[in-house]
């Protein structure tokens, strides 16, 4: 059978190695996985009147960049509202929600996304600084974290929301004044959602039309996966359809959530949900969440903040989350958990320890993400364990300084911002760093993630000093970050993450080689060509 697709004429990256295979030519086969490596004439002669051929003219092949964690469904969501990411201060913000309030209709919701609680320096994170610019207007403002949101006095009148309430999840808190009334801040998903689904809600099409937008951008940025950290709402449904109507243009990992208050009937369905899916998408694993974030105060860290917050686990019984990743890995299924407080990954770490103890299958990737701040006798458990570090370097780069002047350094004090995001030392201490954006937590052009595990400074001036140069990746290391090691972390090391026969023909061609561009220069790294099962999902105009 003839091949579906001849690339000629290429430089082959093997990030096992970092250098440049002798071929200069693959097939792929009708399977989806290469068929043959070879000269472009001995290729290019396997071609059909069906294959596609494509002359790269020298471009660089690499295995396909798969971003580590990513939320496309409610980032399709979340983003489609005001940016107000580049907002460096209350002034910024106020002239972004004033402009969009003037083109709302009666009634109409205002939404907005990205909010950083370094605008508000050193007043509390409130909506009071916009009380006169939402005068009247139902607005509901996400923070940068996706874990916090301000909702305007309007909103929290329809939703009902008029004092605090009590949640499953611990950390979550709808804040209050000294005399009871919401501030405004609500913090983690089970108070966000009080006024949330009292929002205006867009359609099945109109979710679905976003997400196909989101992942046909992914691709073109040079995804080939991802790493998909829950499935709420429609999501599974959305995929399904894409993938149908062969419209998904990245394959797709799915975790669905665990959250506290999960019984018994609930861990049993998400155990016999594993392995649901299409052609390229699949239900495997389970997320689950240790803690909350640093910036608003519901980490879970061993000593408390520098404001006397962030000692509590996000499990009002931390016994119950140890107890049901134990009967996880009993069933052969991989977790993955958000941990960033030092509190917070120890007890994932323990939890592991406790499950492999007790038996279960050989082989069980967990997971922790996010792992933001770590003590030194933590770092060599990951690797003791079999534990998968997954990191997000684009938020040390974008969310902090490294004078620690920000929310989140001056929230831990010196010893523990001196600690952030140790991507170097937990690589260095033998674990699988696996890299991600946490889109729409941050952007997920993944050439974005790369430099900056390199460089470490902020991406919107390059010129200001790193956050911890001293925990930068290689340019190697941040390429196996996206291609061999989520493959490793998904059981997948014998078919993914590399350019062998037999491996699937998830590919991501440059026209130069991200090994030496140079960090600052990376993002801007052409992405010529991304192919899926060997099916072009992104094309550039020249190629």
Request: glycine share 12%; proline share 7%.
């Amino acid at each position: 059978m003839r091949p579906r697709l001849v690339l000629h004429s290429a430089r082959l990256l093997d990030p096992a190695t970092g250098g440049f295979l002798p071929e200069t030519a693959l097939a792929v086969g009708a399977d989806g996985r290469i068929a043959a490596l070879g000269d472009g004439r001995e290729v290019r002669a396997l071609a059909g009147p069906a294959t596609t051929v494509v002359g790269l003219g020298g471009a660089v092949v690499t295995p396909g960049l798969v971003d580590g964690h990513v939320h496309p469904v409610s980032g399709a969501e979340l983003t489609h509202g005001l940016d107000l990411s580049g907002c460096a201060g209350l002034d910024d913000v106020r002239a972004a929600l004033a402009e969009r309030v003037r083109s709302l209709g009666r009634g109409e919701w205002l939404f907005g996304w990205g909010l950083d609680p370094n605008v508000f320096g050193d007043r509390p994170v409130a909506v009071e600084p916009f009380d006169a610019v939402l005068d009247g207007v139902p607005a509901f403002l996400l923070l940068f974290d996706a874990h916090s949101a301000l909702a305007s006095r309007r909103a929290l009148d329809i939703a009902g929301v008029d004092g605090p309430r009590t949640f499953d999840q611990a950390s979550a808190e709808v804040v209050c004044d000294a005399d009871g009334r919401p501030t405004g801040l609500l913090q983690e998903d089970a108070a966000c959602e009080l006024v949330e689904r009292a929002a205006p809600q867009p359609t099945h099409e109109e979710r679905r039309d976003r997400l196909a937008a989101a992942l046909r951008a992914m691709a073109a940025a040079g995804l080939t996966g991802g790493h998909a950290m829950d499935a709420n709402g429609e999501s599974l449904a959305l995929y399904a359809e894409l993938d149908a109507a062969g419209e998904l243009p990245l394959r797709l990992r799915v975790a669905p959530w665990c959250q506290p208050g999960t019984d018994a009937d609930g861990v049993r369905e998400l155990i016999a949900g594993q392995g649901t899916g299409g052609a390229l998408w699949q239900v495997a694993g389970v997320k689950l969440f240790m803690d909350g974030t640093i910036d608003n105060g519901t980490a879970w860290l061993e000593r408390p903040d520098c404001h006397g917050e962030s000692t509590h686990a996000f499990w009002p019984d931390p016994a119950a989350y140890t107890a049901i990743v134990g009967e996880l890995h009993r069933a052969g299924v991989p977790t993955a958990t958000h941990a960033i407080g030092d509190a917070a990954v120890r007890h994932v770490l323990d939890s592991i320890e406790k499950a492999r103890a007790t038996g279960g299958l050989p082989g069980v990737r967990h997971r922790v993400e996010h792992i933001e701040t770590v003590p030194d006798d933590t770092l060599g458990r990951f690797r003791e364990l079999e534990v998968i570090a997954s990191m997000q370097p684009t938020h040390c780069c974008d969310f902090t300084r490294a004078d620690h002047t920000d929310n989140w350094s001056r929230r831990l004090g010196e010893e523990r911002a001196a600690r952030a995001w140790r991507c170097r030392d937990l690589w260095d201490s033998g674990a699988t760093v696996v890299l991600g954006s946490d889109w729409p937590i941050a952007p997920f052009p993944p050439l974005g993630v790369m430099a900056g595990a390199r460089h470490r400074r902020p991406s919107r001036d390059l010129t200001l000093p790193p956050h911890g140069p001293e925990q930068a990746l290689t340019a190697l290391e941040a390429l196996r970050g996206m291609t061999t090691a989520p493959a490793y972390a998904a059981g997948e090391e014998d078919r993914a993450g590399r350019i062998l026969p037999g491996h699937r023909a998830d590919l991501t061609v440059f026209a130069e080689d991200p090994l030496t561009t140079p960090a600052t220069d990376l993002p801007g790294l052409p992405v010529l060509l991304t192919a899926v099962d060997g099916r072009l999902t992104h094309r550039a105009p020249q190629v």
